[in-house]
């Protein structure tokens, strides 16, 4: 329980779009960072074409657009250390671990050790992850 | 249980595929807007559709089905309509709904 009877809500949010070509992803990112506000037990979650939005050294000069990845290395700051990315998909488009963002959290209960946040999980472990929560957001 | 609810064409999207790739057995899907596409018989879909139909129960939401040209034996053997009503009654007994875009 939290400061003023809050409860504390299992929350994902499933993002499944790529970053620059529709708003999903940056909507996503806004919500999770607004939501991180209240509290909750937050988990992400990158399938299909939500893994890109993770890439490695993305640079938006041409486009016109502002590269937001950068702030997904604030996550951790905001004590969203749960971040899950579909294997499958992560291979189906050539890609690996490496070729994503090193996120990463300090842990507070093992003397501030800096951790990665990201995790590979296949479908199973996936779908697992999927139905222990309270509120499921898609974007 | 959890209801999965899907909206998009799968020829459109991968939404339908990977939504069945993910929901696990005793877990329901509905189908809806252009989603009921892939409730059809005879498309590339069937077999896909027809195997997860051993775990999960697989809904369309029958008044975007008829809108689209349709009609209920049109639909994949198995497949139960729903109208809106039902549509209802499956989000409330279920503990989540997941909705792929």
């Known amino acids: 329980m ?25 909507e996503s990112l806004e919500v999770v960072l607004i939501g991180a506000a209240f509290e909750q037990d937050v988990s992400l979650a990158f399938i299909d074409d939500g893994v890109y939005q993770l890439k490695k050294n993305q640079s ?5 657009m502002k590269n937001f990845s950068p702030t997904y290395n604030a996550l951790g700051d ?13 291979e189906q488009r050539g890609l690996s671990l490496d070729d994503l963002m090193n996120l990463t959290y300090e842990d507070e209960n093992d003397n501030y050790a800096e951790k990665p946040s990201i995790s ?3 479908s199973e472990e996936l779908a697992a992850l999927m139905e222990q929560q309270d509120v499921v957001l898609s974007f | 249980m959890t209801l999965h609810i899907v909206n998009k064409s ?9 939504c069945l790739r993910l929901a ?9 807007e252009d989603g009921v596409y892939g409730a059809s018989k005879g498309t590339r879909f069937e077999a ?3 195997e997860a139909m051993q775990n999960c129960k697989i809904h369309v939401l029958l008044p975007d089905f008829e809108a689209r040209g349709m009609k209920a034996d049109n639909l994949i053997a198995g497949i139960e309509t729903v109208d809106y ?15 792929w875009l």
């Open chain 1, 2 to 26: 939290e400061e003023g009877g809050g409860v504390t809500k299992k929350f994902l949010y499933v993002n499944r779009k790529a970053p620059y070509g529709s708003i999903y992803a940056l």
């Open chain 1, 60 to 64: 938006t000069d041409g486009i016109g």
């Open chain 1, 78 to 90: 905001y004590d969203i250390n749960k971040i899950y990315v579909d294997k499958d998909s992560l």
């Open chain 1, 120 to 122: 590979l999980v296949n």
């Open chain 2, 10 to 18: 799968p020829f459109e999207t991968n939404s339908l595929e990977t």
């Open chain 2, 24 to 32: 696990r057995s005793g877990h329901c899907v509905l189908l809806f």
């Open chain 2, 48 to 50: 896909l559709l027809t």
């Open chain 2, 85 to 99: 009503l039902g549509f209802v009654d499956l989000v409330t007994a279920s503990e989540r709904v997941q909705s």
